[in-house]
């Protein structure tokens, strides 16, 4: 059984900041992709952050709503991803969730639980 438990979100106020993080476990063989989405009330879940990374090499993308305040970053000895995010705003609202493309004994896409981010303004 593999799974991704989030943390980390929360109620903060406008231009603030949160950092959200997820930890994989679980017989994990091996992850390619991991990512951030969010959902926020009446809208479909949307792409924030991902990154794809290897020992030498990293690539990143952004949605065009969070680039220059968010960042992602990842641990993978410690298969875990974090999202770092400032200059809140309302926006911003949403269940945050944590995506992973993982290999066990096949590939498999895998989902967090959901994490509430509520930007008050």
């Known amino acids: 059984q593999v799974q991704l438990v989030e943390s980390g979100g929360g109620l903060v106020q406008a231009g603030g900041s949160l950092r959200l993080s997820c930890a994989a476990s679980?017989?994990?063989?091996?992850?390619?992709?991991m990512a951030w989405y969010r959902q926020a009330t009446g809208k479909q879940r949307e792409l924030v952050a991902r990154i794809t990374s290897t020992s030498t090499t990293k690539t990143t993308n952004y949605a065009d709503a969070v680039k220059g305040r968010f960042t992602i970053s990842r641990d993978i000895p410690k298969n875990t991803v974090a999202l770092q995010m400032n200059s809140l705003k309302p926006e911003d609202t949403a269940v945050y969730y944590c995506?992973?493309?993982?290999?066990?004994?096949?590939?498999?896409?895998?989902w967090g639980q959901g994490t509430q981010v509520t930007i008050s303004s």
């Open positions: 679980g017989n994990i063989v091996d992850t390619s992709i």
């Open positions: 995506y992973a493309r993982i290999r066990t004994d096949y590939w498999r896409d895998v």
